[in-house]
């Protein structure tokens, strides 16, 4: 086990690396970020010397060695925006969109996952098709819209919750969280409702469809002969067989929604990475975008290693054979 | 004993109420951050804005765009290159530091640092010497016609603060965070309570303003949001979560002048849209193997004008908000002539018979470069532009990029890789000079950065090198008109329009605001109901 989480590891260090090479790659076609640094009435003189500086006239297979020893020795680099360490940006704004994620996460799973048992269970009842219906919108819709719509309704219209921004937010030093008072939740539930609702959609189908196709098999009606009470079988037998592509979905999702909650963060104005990326990208703000990237990269490794770990849980299957053959 | 309580929690009551009624807390929202607080960083506007609400300089530039003064009583010329200047007495600096003449030379020493992006204010001064602790000489390396015009971006800072806190030098994105970039001590109106970058900046007014006696807001708080999403910042207004907020998206225009709460408040902006051709080259970028480069021809740079149908644009595309103009200088700038602001007509037929004389009946290949995230609708109006010049016979190739990418394209970097490009300008200084240095002129420090198409005359050049140091006003104005003159007779480039800001406005909480041509919010002029 241990053998195994340490090659996975292993595994992030690679993928952070042909990351940040491919992004290196990109960036020379994002544009020049002198123009975004400097006014109209800097001269050619004193842009030559910001870009030399900068260190933005080595070609770029050298500006990646550079960036990858720079890390090595653990500097990030400054953001060219502001001038503050790229660490400390991104420090700043990872708690906004973890707790906003994590919300979105929970809200996900927690509806959608009864949901999915629900209309698995009930095909033809008529809630199961409201749900349905509901969530081809969820499906369909493209998130901005839905955040906008929300805005619309709950912000402008009815006033009941705040417009943009992250409200009420505690400082423990460490992290900031509004999870504490009233106004924090207020300002969080538009974004996450938005960020979460097709993911919502995507469990609540896909536990359906497992549903469907579990309650058909043989074990199934072995449970039923043995007179095991309905609920035993829809949740222990059913519901726990459905898992193991549900948990595979949920990691990657969240790696997802991690990754690109930058569409709802701006469309709320919600402080967290993706407002960040997304500023970064337009000003041409190299170190930030790069280590943003690695970041991603390395999250998107630990949350498959998380998930994996589940199917163990999940499977005893996996646990036998990993014991008959050791780690693999 | 009863009594006495009761009478404490009236009194308690009675002050919570004023202190309700006297808290006037302004909201208000534009769609990115500052770059800073360092006001010796960067010369970005809304930047420049938030520097002058911190910073205090020795003149201040009023609504109307004339001078009044700030931390100078009084200003005085001695001889063609020196300026005298009297500063004001019993100012002190936001941290209670007494603001005296070692200020005034502490911080020209450190804006005309190379890495510092404002030192082109001072591009002209020799020295500030200090007279005694409330009067400095500025000593200009030759007369200099101009020198207060730039005083309103010479940004007095504390020299004991800066220097306590190791922060003289102006370094940008390598080393160490600037102290002074992210905190801030100036004599302005206001003072900074918390900046979180991206999230807010919160201003409330300085206790220890020299001018607090006249001042014309009645703010108790001021707190800045940068919203980035259009959608987002015209519902935050609407819902009443902040006050004030631009640019407002054109098309929303009518709808906040519809809602009862909201109004629109529209006005010309001082930066010029224009376009221009590579007069230079001579082949052409977009026609090679053929020796040939029409543009070279001032004929068909007259046809290019007279086929752009310019109050098309003005009503279809910028939805009225725009200024269409002949000139390259929009009405505030010193040295605008209202009379020469005219436009040669819109004539296609006219231009078709100007490219058949030139030996293009034809017409020619070009491609068109354009920004699509700069200025209010640019990609829209060069959209509008394409089939403009495809009827009279110009092929075009529209190339429309990111801001970050046109500059450089057009710009020195890739020297001017273009054929025919859309730039806007705004001069830093309020004066035609600066224009023509960068825009009409080329070939020495200082000038052609933004020639892209290379316009070169050297009459223009002459008249230009003169109205530097011409100081009688008159003469120097004749000599701006006939420069101008002779760019129009030229075609030099094809002035468009000055763009309208739009702001929205919330009429139940603002009182009263002024819209000052460089679409920044002086928090000065903000009155709260």
């Known amino acids: 086990m241990l053998a195994f989480i340490i090659q996975r590891l292993l595994q992030a260090v690679v993928v952070m690396l042909s990351v940040s090479f491919v992004s290196f790659a990109l960036f020379q076609f994002v544009g020049d970020p002198i123009n975004n640094m400097v006014g109209q009435d800097a001269t050619a003189e004193q842009r030559e010397l910001l870009r030399e500086r900068l260190g933005l006239n080595d070609p770029w297979p050298l500006q990646f060695v550079k960036y990858v020893g720079n890390i090595v020795q653990g500097e990030f680099g400054m953001s060219y925006r502001v001038g503050v360490p790229v660490e400390d940006l991104i420090a700043d704004r990872l708690p906004a969109t973890i707790e906003l994620v994590l919300v979105s996460a929970l809200l996900a799973l927690l509806i959608g996952v009864p949901m999915g048992v629900y209309t698995g269970l009930n095909r033809n009842s008529w809630l199961s098709r409201l749900f349905l219906t509901i969530s081809l919108i969820g499906i369909s819709l493209p998130t901005f819209v839905i955040g906008i719509l929300l805005i619309l309704i709950f912000g402008v219209w009815l006033q009941w919750l705040p417009t943009f921004g992250r409200a009420g937010v505690v400082d423990l030093g460490w992290w900031t969280t509004s999870f504490l008072t009233l106004d924090g939740w207020r300002s969080l539930i538009m974004p996450s409702i938005t960020l979460a609702l097709f993911q919502l959609t995507l469990i609540m189908r896909l536990i359906r469809a497992e549903m469907l196709e579990v309650l058909r098999t043989d074990y199934i009606k072995f449970a039923r002969a043995r007179g095991l009470r309905n609920r035993a079988v829809h949740f222990r037998h059913a519901l726990k067989n459905t898992l193991v592509p549900v948990i595979t979905i949920t990691g990657l999702q969240i790696g997802s929604l991690l990754a690109f909650s930058i569409i709802t963060e701006t469309v709320f104005q919600w402080p967290g990475m993706g407002l960040l990326i997304l500023q970064a990208i337009q000003f041409v703000d190299i170190p930030v975008m790069s280590s943003y990237l690695v970041l991603i990269a390395f999250l998107f490794v630990l949350i498959n290693l998380i998930v994996d770990l589940l199917y163990f849980i999940v499977d005893p299957r996996l646990r036998l054979d990993s014991l008959g053959r050791g780690a693999h | 004993m009863r009594n006495v309580f009761k009478k404490l929690l009236l009194m308690g009551v009675a002050l919570t109420l004023a202190g309700i009624a006297e808290a006037k807390t302004f909201r208000y929202a534009t769609t990115g951050d500052v770059l800073g607080l360092d006001p010796h960083t960067n010369n970005e506007g809304p930047t420049n804005t938030m520097k002058g609400n911190l910073y205090g300089r020795l003149l201040h530039r009023k609504a109307d765009l004339s001078l009044e003064p700030d931390l100078a009583t009084k200003w005085e010329k001695l001889d063609a290159t020196t300026w005298r200047f009297s500063l004001r007495q019993g100012v002190k600096f936001h941290n209670g530091n007494a603001f005296n003449a070692d200020d005034v030379v502490f911080s020209y020493n450190r804006q005309t640092q190379e890495s510092s992006d404002m030192s082109f204010a001072l591009a002209t001064v020799k020295e500030v010497r200090k007279v005694d602790d409330h009067t400095v000489d500025i000593i200009t390396k030759g007369p200099d016609p101009i020198l207060l015009l730039n005083m309103p971006i010479f940004y007095i800072v504390d020299k004991e603060w800066t220097e306590a806190n190791n922060a003289f030098e102006v370094v940008r994105a390598s080393g160490s965070t600037n102290f002074a970039n992210v905190n801030a001590n100036g004599t302005g109106p206001f003072k900074l309570v918390e900046w979180v970058q991206d999230t807010r900046l919160i201003l409330e007014p300085n206790p220890n303003y020299w001018n607090k006696a006249n001042v014309q807001h009645n703010l108790t708080r001021a707190v800045f949001t940068p919203i980035a999403n259009d959608a987002t910042r015209v519902a935050a207004l609407l819902s009443g979560e902040i006050d004030l907020m631009y640019p407002v998206p054109l098309q929303d225009v009518n709808r906040l002048e519809n809602d009862p709460n909201t109004l629109a408040m529209q006005g010309p902006e001082l930066r010029t849209i224009f376009l221009g051709f590579d007069q230079w080259r001579d082949e052409s970028l977009d026609m090679p193997g053929t020796g ?238």
């Open chain 2, 292 to 529: 040939k480069n029409p543009f070279k021809d001032k004929r068909v740079r007259q046809a290019v004008f007279q086929a752009i149908n310019i109050d098309a644009i003005k009503r279809v595309v910028m939805r009225n908000a725009a200024a269409p103009t002949g000139l390259m200088i929009a009405p505030g700038i010193n040295g605008f002539q209202d009379d020469m602001n005219d436009r040669a007509p819109y004539d296609p037929d006219g231009a078709k018979k100007l490219l058949a004389e030139a030996g293009y009946p034809d017409g020619f290949p070009i491609t068109f470069d354009c920004p699509n995230d700069r200025y209010v609708n640019d990609e829209k109006i060069c959209t509008a532009i394409v089939p403009m010049l495809e009827r009279v016979g110009i092929k075009v190739t529209p190339n429309f990029q990111t801001k970050s990418k046109h500059f450089n394209k057009i710009g020195l970097p890739e020297k001017n890789n273009t054929t025919f490009f859309m730039l806007g300008w705004t001069p830093g200084s309020y004066d035609a000079l600066n224009p023509l240095m960068q825009l009409m002129t080329m070939g020495k420090p200082g000038h052609g950065d933004y020639n892209c198409g290379q316009y070169n005359n050297p009459r223009v050049d002459e008249l230009t090198e003169m109205i530097k140091t011409e100081m009688d006003e008159g003469k120097r104005t004749a000599m701006i008109r006939e420069a101008f003159q002779i760019h129009k007779d030229d075609f030099g480039h094809i002035p468009l329009h000055q763009q309208a800001l739009a702001w929205g406005v919330r009429k139940d909480t603002v009182k009263s605001v002024i819209q000052r041509p460089f679409n920044d919010v002086d928090l000065r002029y903000v009155v709260m109901n």
